[in-house]
């Protein structure tokens, strides 16, 4: 179990990422539900309904009630049957009997019981219609999944197209392994386009940490950043234009994303979201008390950035890589389909303004 629950939780991670980026910190559309909810669509094996344990455990008592009896009732009648139809329609009998008593002008001690059980159905009601969002009520607005070229992998398997706040509209895919008990980590890699069809990207590497700690020495997460570093800084993708006039930080494109472990599927989510730039990695190690190397937040928190400053540079084009032009954007996904790793999800998302967009559907 909690080798499903990391990859469950780092994947979570990743997907509040970018629902942060993309909404430009809107805290209601960036909350751990709606990402929740976002990845269920979007990698439905992982963090669907119906194999989520992070989904299923902070459901209230109630609401796993109902979706038990749908299960069984579906079995029997041999029909689709709904939690939230079962619901409701106790809701609604409760409704009536409430509505009969106060014609009746009984006392609120009298019907108290009936009282709580409605109120906490209606709780269990808003927690089952968020399972029935479809892709319009998710977090952005539909933008009718238009055709269009792009430089992308597996077309027209495993994305979305999402209406952003701002107008623009994101392309989001997720490539990932046959298994997701075999996820060890998630890149989340983010694309900004201009307005002149130059690309600036950041590629984000979500690794579990334990009380600040992160061991080096697995040769998995070894290959995992040999891999982030070609895939990026091999390309000069970090390499900055000595004569651009406007103020920025350097070009780094390519971080590691350390998280805190979640213990208790029902346990609050929250997690320091620490980014520290692969090339620092080396110069900011140090040996750790069971052997091999480790990044420490004490030693690293200097060079990095809380997840708050790193959206918010990265949206204001202070942080991030070089701009690219589309044909060095397509070498960059050439390589990465040819080398999806078999043990992380990789989320892609991809931003475009509408102009951009009316230029690519024509």
Same mark, same amino acid.
Request: proline share 4%.
């Given at each position: 179990?909690?080798?499903r @629950?990391? #990859?469950e939780w780092?994947t979570?991670?990743?997907m509040?990422? %970018?629902t ?5 910190g809107d805290i #209601?559309?960036?909350t751990?539900d709606?990402? %929740?909810n976002l ?5 439905p094996?992982l963090?669907?309904? +119906?194999a989520s344990?992070?989904r299923? !455990?902070r459901?209230s008592?109630?609401?796993?009630e109902y979706?038990?009896r749908?299960?069984l009732?579906?079995i029997?009648e041999q ?6 139809? $079962?619901?409701q329609?106790?809701?609604a009998?409760l409704e009536?009997l409430?509505s @009969?008593?106060?014609?009746q002008?009984?006392?609120r001690?009298e019907t108290d019981?009936?009282?709580?059980k $409605?109120a906490? @159905?209606?709780?269990?009601?808003n927690e %089952? ?5 479809t892709e319009?009520?998710l977090?952005?607005?539909d933008a009718h ?7 992308a992998?597996?077309s027209g398997?495993?994305? /979305?197209d999402?209406?952003?706040?701002n107008?623009?509209?994101l392309r989001?895919?997720v490539l990932?392994?046959?298994?997701p008990?075999? =996820?060890?980590?998630?890149?989340f =890699?983010?694309?900004r ?10 590629a =984000? &590497?979500?690794k579990?940490?334990?009380e600040?700690?992160?061991?080096l020495?697995d ?6 950043l040999?891999r982030l570093?070609a895939?990026v ?6 390499v900055?234009?000595?004569e #651009?006039?406007t103020?920025r930080?350097p ?5 590691l994303?350390?998280?805190? /472990?979640l ?8 997690t320091?979201?620490?980014h520290?730039p692969?090339c620092?990695?080396?110069?900011y190690?140090?040996p750790?008390?069971?052997?091999g +190397? ?6 690293i928190? !200097?060079?990095?950035l ?9 949206n204001?084009?202070k942080?991030g890589s070089r701009l %690219?032009a &589309? +044909?060095?954007?397509?070498g960059?996904?050439?390589d @990465?389909?040819?080398?999806v790793?078999d043990? /992380?999800?990789?989320i892609l998302a &991809?931003e475009f303004g ?5 230029r690519e559907?024509?």
């Amino acid at each position: 179990m909690n080798n499903r @629950l990391d #990859a469950e939780w780092v994947t979570l991670n990743a997907m509040r990422g %970018l629902t942060k980026i993309a909404s430009h910190g809107d805290i #209601a559309k960036s909350t751990y539900d709606n990402a %929740l909810n976002l990845g269920g669509v979007l990698y439905p094996e992982l963090l669907g309904a +119906d194999a989520s344990i992070l989904r299923r !455990e902070r459901m209230s008592d109630i609401s796993r009630e109902y979706r038990q009896r749908a299960s069984l009732k579906t079995i029997k009648e041999q029909v689709v049957v709904t939690p939230l139809e $079962l619901l409701q329609a106790d809701m609604a009998d409760l409704e009536d009997l409430l509505s @009969l008593a106060k014609q009746q002008k009984s006392g609120r001690s009298e019907t108290d019981q009936l009282q709580r059980k $409605l109120a906490g @159905l209606r709780k269990s009601e808003n927690e %089952l219609k968020l399972e029935s969002h479809t892709e319009n009520q998710l977090i952005f607005r539909d933008a009718h999944n238009v055709d269009r070229e792009m430089p992308a992998i597996n077309s027209g398997k495993g994305f /979305r197209d999402f209406e952003l706040p701002n107008g623009n509209v994101l392309r989001v895919r997720v490539l990932h392994p046959d298994q997701p008990e075999h =996820i060890t980590g998630a890149d989340f =890699i983010y694309e900004r386009h201009s307005a002149d069809d130059m690309v600036s990207i950041v590629a =984000i &590497q979500y690794k579990i940490w334990e009380e600040d700690k992160l061991y080096l020495n697995d040769p998995r997460m070894q290959t995992q950043l040999e891999r982030l570093k070609a895939f990026v800084c091999d390309r000069n993708s970090c390499v900055g234009d000595k004569e #651009a006039e406007t103020y920025r930080f350097p070009c780094c494109a390519a971080f590691l994303r350390p998280t805190d /472990r979640l213990q208790d599927p029902n346990q609050k989510f929250i997690t320091r979201g620490e980014h520290i730039p692969i090339c620092k990695i080396e110069k900011y190690k140090s040996p750790g008390s069971r052997g091999g +190397d480790l990044l420490e937040y004490e030693k690293i928190k !200097e060079v990095s950035l809380s997840a708050e400053t790193f959206e918010f540079l990265f949206n204001n084009g202070k942080i991030g890589s070089r701009l %690219l032009a &589309q +044909d060095d954007l397509l070498g960059l996904y050439r390589d @990465l389909e040819m080398n999806v790793p078999d043990d /992380r999800v990789v989320i892609l998302a &991809q931003e475009f303004g509408k102009r951009s967009l009316s230029r690519e559907i024509v």
